[in-house]
């Protein structure tokens, strides 16, 4: 199973010290998260995109390629590629692009965005986004497997005789998750590739996470890809930890009271009840993350959002060191030991990969 | 054959008129479902009791386990009472939280009956302003009926003189009634347990 962390990239300023960071303060924070997640032994960074303050990556593949040159060992995705208003084309070729740089290391999450004006400034109709997230996505593959594609479609201008360049890493493309909160079509489509399904898992109830896995899974197994059991799942996470739990929610929740993307409406012990958020000990943390597999089965990858809601950079890469050195440790055991033999132990990875992984006789 | 009543009433104080209106209403209507040999299953929901979970669900984007089951009994329902007090001319906040929180393909057709209380006689064309153009982009089938009852009208009578109260519940009733039972029992649609197949999501 692969644990990592991954960032929105938000510019929330700090609620205790009224302290914003700058725009390059919060890229180089973003880089620092990804390089300390290599230190402590995690093995995923993903990054969101965004193209609206008050957010900072809207280039995601200048920033995972940077980290690809610092690092050796960690994979690089996206949490998520907005695959309604990118160009295919220019995903298949960043993407692509960045896989050879970064030896294989790499993979992507599929999203439709936070924001509906972002639909009309890239030129398209936010009642569109589910039919774009199909054709585009459709596109995208078919540049990935197909050395020369002839494509027409509704959204983009039509192709003739096209090669998407470079090539993926020796003919292997990237392996793709879908992520949606919401939408049980996001869960349809990925089953029906058989491609990964991702539930951010922080801002709605563990039913309904569990509603959409359900569906995605009964749906791998549907279009034959094998047993629901098989099926590549990945949830999100939202912890805060000190030893003793009562400073970990007296320390938390000025930040949790200000950041917008928890609306500011409920309280922090109500959220906690109702979403699947742990603010408390290490040990509570593990025990609540080892019951994702409750409503989820047995899963493939699981990230924790690291930065974001005004947090100082000391704080988060504190909070990494404890994630790092008592948590991670213990759900990989834990989990390992509660998996069956059949289920997948973490997502697929690049040949390269997973050649350099292997134990040596 | 049964059908499933839905009363949703936006009245703040307990007791409150609104839901006194929802009640006479839900009993009449029932009535003559019975009397066209229909099984009514009466639900009440008290929007009261949902002030802070609607708050919340606009703000985290989730409904509470409770407002869930509510929302749900609405989309569920072959009719549905909908009676809002009149603020300010129109209906309440509260009452338009709610229904802001209904998916309108999924309530779409649904028979309505609508109704509203106020102070004076004066409010009662805030029900044919507001309400009834609310539900008409909500696609409901509201009953051609819709019952505003002012403070003064509980206190004339029991007969139902030419448009008395007493008289415009059982005219509201009896369409409601009559539009239940004529329409097939609402089957909404579990888009988890039924999604849309990808090859109709590609077309």
Same mark, same amino acid.
């Given at each position: ?46 990054? %969101?995109?965004? &193209? $609206?303050?008050? @957010?900072? +990556? !809207? *280039? ?9 040159? =610092? ?124 491609? %990964?399904?991702? &539930? $951010?898992?922080? @801002?709605? +109830? !563990? *039913? ?9 899974? =009964? ?143 | ?203």
């Amino acid at each position: 199973m692969q644990f990592g962390v991954f960032t929105v990239g938000d510019v929330t300023p700090d609620p205790i010290t009224g302290h914003a960071v700058s725009e390059e303060e919060r890229i180089r924070i973003m880089v620092a998260v990804a390089l300390k997640a290599e230190e402590i032994g995690l093995d995923v960074f993903a990054t %969101g995109e965004h &193209h $609206n303050v008050p @957010f900072v +990556p !809207s *280039s995601p593949t200048t920033l995972l390629g940077y980290i690809a040159a =610092r690092t050796t060992r960690l994979h690089l995705s996206t949490a998520t590629t907005l695959i309604t208003t990118n160009d295919p084309v220019k995903i298949a070729e960043d993407y692509a692009m960045l896989q050879h740089l970064a030896d294989g290391r790499v993979d992507l999450m599929m999203g439709r965005g936070n924001m509906g004006p972002v639909y009309p400034w890239f030129g398209q109709d936010l009642r569109n986004a589910i039919p774009l997230a199909v054709e585009n996505y459709d596109l995208l593959r078919r540049l990935w497997r197909e050395d020369v594609v002839d494509w027409e479609g509704r959204f983009r201008t039509p192709l003739t005789g096209f090669t998407s360049t470079p090539r993926p890493l020796d003919g292997v493309p990237p392996f793709v998750w879908h992520g949606s909160i919401r939408s049980p079509e996001i869960a349809e489509q990925a089953a029906f590739y058989g491609d %990964g399904f991702f &539930h $951010n898992n922080i @801002f709605w +109830p !563990s *039913s309904h996470v569990k509603r959409m896995v359900e569906l995605y899974r =009964r749906r791998f197994e549907h279009y034959g890809h094998g047993p629901a059991n098989k099926a590549i799942v990945g949830l999100g996470g939202h912890v805060y930890m000190r030893k003793n739990s009562q400073d970990a929610i007296r320390e938390f929740r000025p930040y949790f009271d200000h950041a917008p993307v928890y609306g500011g409406a409920m309280s922090l012990e109500d959220y906690m009840a109702q979403t699947p958020m742990t603010i408390g000990s290490p040990q509570q943390v593990i025990d609540r993350t080892l019951g994702f597999r409750e409503f989820a089965g047995d899963y493939q990858r699981q990230l924790f959002i690291a930065d974001h809601a005004g947090l100082p950079l000391t704080t988060v890469l504190e909070q990494m060191d404890i994630l790092g050195a008592e948590v991670v440790p213990v759900l990989r055991r834990e989990f390992e030991a509660l998996r069956p033999a059949e289920v997948p132990e973490g997502p697929p990875l690049h040949p390269r990969v997973a050649a350099s992984q292997a134990v040596p006789v | 054959m049964t059908r499933s009543l839905v009363v949703v009433t936006a009245g703040l104080s307990e007791p409150s008129s609104s839901r006194l209106l929802g009640d006479r209403l839900a009993a009449a209507t029932e009535r003559h479902l019975l009397d066209a040999g229909v099984e009514p299953r009466l639900e009440v929901i008290e929007l009261r009791a949902h002030a802070v979970d609607l708050a919340n669900q606009m703000l985290m984007g989730f409904p509470s386990t409770a407002l869930h089951a509510s929302l749900d009994a609405v989309l569920a329902a072959d009719g549905v009472i909908a009676v809002s007090p009149i603020f300010s001319g129109s209906y309440s906040g509260l009452f338009k939280l709610f229904f802001d929180a209904i998916d309108r393909d999924a309530f779409r057709a649904t028979p309505v009956l609508i109704a509203a209380t106020g102070g004076t006689p004066r409010h009662s064309l805030a029900i044919e302003h507001a309400i009834r153009p609310l539900f008409a982009y909500l696609r409901a089938a509201v009953v051609p009926t819709a019952v505003y009852a002012a403070t003064e009208d509980w206190g004339k009578g029991a007969v139902a003189t030419d448009g008395s109260l007493v008289e415009r519940i059982e005219r509201a009733a009896t369409e409601l009634a009559a539009a239940m039972a004529a329409k097939p029992p609402a089957a909404p649609v579990d888009a988890f347990a039924d999604p849309v197949p990808f090859e109709d999501l590609r077309q």
